[in-house]
């Protein structure tokens, strides 16, 4: 069984930076194969997606965290990561770590990040 545990979240100010991690397991070596992602839910919002690395492929953002936010993986650890600065209070939601294989789709249970002063 496939399982993804995000943490890293918490409460920071505007401007400020966070990194989210995504450990996997289950997945073995066919992680390598795992196209990941990562999105986010605001309160009244439709989940939305953050950032992306496609199997072989390079990592694309949502305009709205463009020259903000990092998304890189490691395959040999089979973890996935978002490194956040300049934080914005929109950023505010709760971010989820999800991994596709195939017609197979995993989510992480999901973990806060607040920005407020």
């Known amino acids: 069984q496939v399982q993804l545990v995000e943490s890293g979240g918490g409460l920071v100010q505007p401007g400020g930076s966070l990194r989210l991690s995504c450990a996997t397991s289950g997945a073995g070596t066919l992680f390598v194969f795992y196209a990941m992602g990562w999105y986010r839910q605001a309160p009244g919002k439709q989940r939305e997606l953050v950032a992306a690395?496609?199997?072989?492929?390079?990592?694309r953002y949502a305009d709205s965290v463009k020259g903000r936010f990092t998304m890189s993986r490691d395959n040999a650890k089979r973890m996935v990561y978002l490194q956040m600065n300049s934080l914005k209070p929109e950023d505010t939601a709760v971010y989820y770590c999800?991994?596709?294989?195939?017609?197979?789709?995993?989510w992480g249970q999901g973990t806060q990040v607040t920005v407020s002063s």
């Open positions: 690395i496609p199997v072989g492929g390079s990592a």
């Open positions: 999800n991994g596709d294989y195939y017609s197979r789709s995993y």
